[in-house]
């Protein structure tokens, strides 16, 4: 639970400077194509987003689990669970990186 | 001024009740079940005197000696420290022998067994559970020395030292604080309130060492971190302690807040 109350820190203040990054320019031209990509290029800032993949997945998934764990109980549903809250964690964040990386890279 | 004297037989004595109007007639409806045999939930209905000290419990013994033998209910002290009585009155759990019918301000009474419990019989439950979790916690001074031998001093501690965790030794087992907490209607394997402030009352005294234990104990996937802090145990405590505290100071051990 240790990890739980880490990640959502963790997620408050790294989403809270993202949202501060919003406000560095006019909010409309920070959604723009070339501005959004030009963060994915920014290393720090693309860190950053991976961090953010990480802390927010294994927060959300780790808060299902122990919502269906609450729900039903018995060892062969709860292994279930654990197994497949890690593997759904596992596939976001690769699949999160995956886009923060091709976009760092500039591929398309 | 008025004159009383003992009334010779209990006929004349309620005979004397009646015209003084003290005695009042409420409908008790009592819940029955016997999962064993697999009969549904259905409710009685009888119709019981009560005057205005009688308690609920009172109102129950009455039904069985006067009305309905055959009503389960588990009892024993009468006056609040044996916890036996335990069970939902009027939907809210509550000792029988400590609730009086006056306070409930109702002419109907329902009683029903305390949730998350399984029913044995009418309203008595099973308390297996709830024991087995108590004893998981030790709850029991650990340590290497004693004080009993003979060459050893008694453990000193001081009003400030006891006042961590005197309420929580106040505890007399009745149920209630698991029968009204949420999260046991849904996680069965769940140690409940009961059992996480008796981890605490124990590992706050200092004259135990067994803490690292017991800290190990309810950092469980169904322990300490399932508290959703509804507060309804403390709520429905007729000791007046307060579960629902003793779980959030004891998470305060296991985050390090607390040494």
Redesign the interface.
Known sequence: ??I??GTALGAVVLVAVHILMRMTQNFGQSLQYQNVIANYHFLPYALMLEAVLILLSVHGFNGLR?IL???K?GSGY?KMVNYGSLAAMAILIAYGSRTILMAGMGVS | MAVVTAPTSSEELITIEKTSGELNTITLRIARSNPAEGHETTYSEFKVPVKKWTTVLEAILYVKQNLDHAVAVRYSCRQASCGSCGMKINGKPSLACYTKVSELHSNIITVEPMNNFPIIRDLAVDFKQLISNHKKMKPFIIREDSEVTPESKEFIQTPKDVEKYLQFSYCIKCGLCNAACPTMATDTSFIGPQGLAQAYRYVADNRDKGKEDRLKIVDDAHGIWRCHFAGSCSQVCPKGVDPAMAIQLLRGYLLGFTK
Do not use: C, G, S, T
Request: aromatic share 10%; hydrophobic share 40%; no cysteine.
């Open positions: 639970m240790k739980h109350y122990v764990l609450e729900l109980q709860e």
